[in-house]
């Protein structure tokens, strides 16, 4: 069974579907980026760059498309840190169907960063701490 730390479902609306009658891939991004702002939500980062200017910034993303998307339904998005770095995170998302079929896999590169210095920081160990909690648990050595 694969982990992911936060799920998320939302409604696939009309508006998402282009020309060839299935949902389009711009839609399909804006479901990681919900996901990728909750889970930030969820680690207090949100609030964080309120208070203080320092925060995430995206990097980097990018999309596996896997299956076609159709309106009316919605989608369940799946998040989780699979690395974490010094200055950086990738946070992974997996966007299912209905039928918990994986629509699409998707994976940002997240840099902290203090916007009122225009500079990229070391994650600091409180946060480090909490995105722990929230990447796979490490493989056992019989798993490797």
């Given amino acids: 069974m694969t982990f992911f730390s936060t799920t998320i479902r939302l ?8 020309s060839f009658g299935h949902i389009n891939n711009l839609a399909i991004l804006r479901y990681a ?9 969820e680690l207090g980062l949100m609030q964080s760059h ?3 200017g ?6 980097s993303t990018h999309c596996q498309f896997r299956k ?6 919605h989608v369940t998005v799946q998040s989780r840190i699979d690395q ?3 200055t950086s995170f990738h946070l992974r998302h997996q966007i299912l169907d209905d039928a918990r ?3 699409a896999e998707s994976l940002d590169v997240l840099v902290m960063f203090d916007y009122r210095k225009n500079v990229k920081l070391t994650i600091p ?4 701490d909490r995105m722990a909690g929230s990447a796979p648990p490490a493989a056992s050595e019989a798993e490797r």
Avoid: C
């Avoid at 320092?54 to 990097?59: D, F, Q, R, S, T």
């Avoid at 076609?68 to 339904?73: K, T």
């Avoid at 160990?125 to 480090?128: A, C, N, T, Y």
């Fill in 11 to 18: 409604r696939i609306d009309w508006s998402d579907m282009d």
């Fill in 33 to 41: 980026q919900s996901s990728r702002v909750h889970f930030m939500e």
């Fill in 50 to 52: 309120a208070e203080t």
């Fill in 54 to 59: 320092i925060g995430p910034v995206l990097a």
């Fill in 68 to 73: 076609q998307l159709f309106y009316p339904g």
């Fill in 84 to 86: 974490l770095k010094n």
């Fill in 101 to 103: 079929e994986v629509v």
């Fill in 125 to 128: 160990q409180d946060l480090r």
